[in-house]
């Protein structure tokens, strides 16, 4: 039932199947590539305890505490 919505949907799989898999799963690597980037950005971000908490209560200044922490992330 979910493998037909996910079908009608047209999602593609960007995660490889693992090796004892009878049947593989085609994927786009440099889709994979793209998401693991993404995933270690949000794991350094929660590093951060002020993102990770979300002590800011007004969007602004929590999205201002996001930039301020990608920022220095992507500086070091």
Do not use: H
């Amino acid at each position: 039932m979910v493998q037909r919505s996910v079908e009608r949907q047209r999602i593609r799989a960007c995660i490889p199947g693992r090796k004892q898999r009878k049947k593989t799963v085609k994927y786009d690597k440099r889709r994979y590539k793209r998401r693991n980037r993404i995933e270690i950005m949000f794991g350094r971000l929660k590093d951060w305890r002020r993102v990770a908490t979300r002590y800011d209560r007004c969007p602004k200044v929590f999205l201002s505490a996001i930039a301020l922490a990608a920022l220095v992330i992507y500086w070091l």
